[in-house]
């Protein structure tokens, strides 16, 4: 906690972060994209510059469960900037799609393809099929995010 609190004060700490967040060690890079969402709560602009990275790490087929769940955390309440739209889209979608992604992550894709379906009213069809088609086969949670999101695409 100290460390995301001294990151959303600080350029230097939070460049300090943002390089364990890619650093090659997983229990590392685990607890540095928990602080990069705290952070990301408390001062979302500080985030900003660092979207291309956070967004590479939602891609990485080897990146732990941890690191997407709160990179997606982070993504679901910035302004993701339009550079990014299509590859955050195609994540996101891929997560709520398969089997055995952790209800977490396909809980804040949702979100963050509704988020997204305000620019591009024309992929709320689409996300209204796939929460309607999976939503009974799912968790509890997917349930309740899936039933929310479509009370608000109506």
């Known amino acids: 906690m100290q460390i995301a609190t001294d990151a959303a004060g600080s350029e230097m700490v939070l460049g300090e972060l943002i390089?364990?967040?890619?650093?090659?060690?997983?229990?590392?890079?685990?607890?540095?994209?928990?602080?990069?969402?705290?952070?990301?709560?408390?001062?979302?602009?500080a985030i900003q510059?660092?979207?291309?990275?956070?967004?590479?790490?939602?891609?990485?087929?080897?990146?732990?469960?941890?690191v997407i769940r709160n990179s997606l955390r982070i993504l679901e309440d910035i302004e993701i900037p339009e550079q990014f739209?299509?590859?955050?889209?195609n994540a996101c979608f891929d997560f709520i799609q398969k089997k055995h992604t952790a209800v977490a992550i396909k809980a804040f894709s949702l979100h963050v393809i509704f988020n997204l379906s305000k620019l591009y009213p024309e992929i709320r069809n689409e996300l209204k099929l796939v929460i309607q088609e999976n939503i009974e086969f799912e968790t509890a949670a997917f349930r309740s995010r899936g039933k929310k999101l479509l009370a608000k695409l109506k």
């Open 19 to 45: 390089d364990c967040f890619t650093s090659g060690d997983t229990r590392l890079t685990q607890r540095a994209a928990w602080s990069l969402s705290w952070v990301a709560q408390k001062n979302p602009e």
């Open 49 to 66: 510059p660092y979207i291309d990275i956070i967004v590479s790490q939602i891609s990485r087929p080897e990146a732990h469960d941890a």
């Open 85 to 89: 739209h299509g590859e955050v889209l």
